[in-house]
């Protein structure tokens, strides 16, 4: 049960959303953003980032929203997600792909461990600086988000597969704040 009396009938960060339109649209556009937007990474792998910290910071809202939709963008790959989920440093990805997930775990624990030694293994391994700069952007974003959704005790499903149409929603449409009717 939510700790304050938001709009029935939207889970997680939808119900904060249609709650605050003014800065909902805001919180969207950022996601659209680093999510969607002209960005070196795939929208498979901005999601991927965003579910791996959501997962770290215990999000279940946001973890499951966001593997749906780096499982619907990952296509015949989504198996990806559950092995980066399970373990990262096993999973079958690629090591730049394990080098930025180092960093966005390094944001969501202490932004402050991400060293000079970090992010040269990230280069060593093809990053680009702008991969490095949206990763460490998706991690502390989602930070943001995670506590967000979890500091108001937002609806969060527990069936699993009321997921999967928020994932491709995300997926297809992007980003849109919910319409409420006042």
């Given amino acids: 049960m939510p700790y304050i009396a938001l709009p029935e009938g939207y889970p997680g960060i939808r119900s904060l959303?249609?709650?605050?339109?003014?800065?909902?649209?805001?919180?969207?556009?950022?996601?659209?953003?680093?999510?969607?937007?002209d960005s070196a990474l795939s929208q498979a792998e901005g999601e991927l980032i965003a579910t791996f910290t959501s997962s770290l910071n215990d999000c279940t809202f946001?973890?499951?929203?966001?593997?749906a939709a780096a499982?619907?963008?990952f296509a015949t790959d989504q198996v990806l997600?559950?092995?980066?989920?399970?373990?990262?440093?096993?999973?079958?990805?690629?090591?730049?792909?394990?080098?930025?997930?180092?960093?966005?775990?390094?944001?969501q624990q202490d932004a402050r461990t991400v060293s000079e030694e970090v992010v040269e293994v990230a280069r060593q391994q093809g990053a680009t600086d702008r991969e490095i700069h949206d990763t460490v952007l998706i991690?502390?974003?989602?930070?943001?988000?995670?506590?967000?959704?979890?500091?108001?005790?937002?609806?969060t499903p527990t069936d699993p597969a009321a997921?999967?149409?928020?994932?491709?929603?995300?997926?297809?449409l992007g980003y849109v704040p919910p319409k409420v009717e006042r």
């Fill in 62 to 67: 946001c973890a499951s929203s966001h593997a």
């Fill in 81 to 107: 997600v559950d092995a980066v989920l399970a373990d990262y440093q096993t999973a079958p990805i690629s090591d730049k792909m394990k080098a930025l997930l180092t960093i966005a775990k390094r944001v």
């Fill in 139 to 155: 991690a502390a974003t989602f930070c943001m988000f995670n506590r967000y959704v979890d500091g108001l005790a937002t609806l």
């Fill in 17 to 37: 959303a249609a709650y605050r339109p003014d800065t909902g649209a805001a919180l969207y556009a950022l996601a659209e953003a680093l999510l969607r937007g």
């Fill in 71 to 73: 499982r619907y963008l």
């Fill in 163 to 172: 997921y999967e149409p928020m994932g491709e929603r995300m997926a297809t």
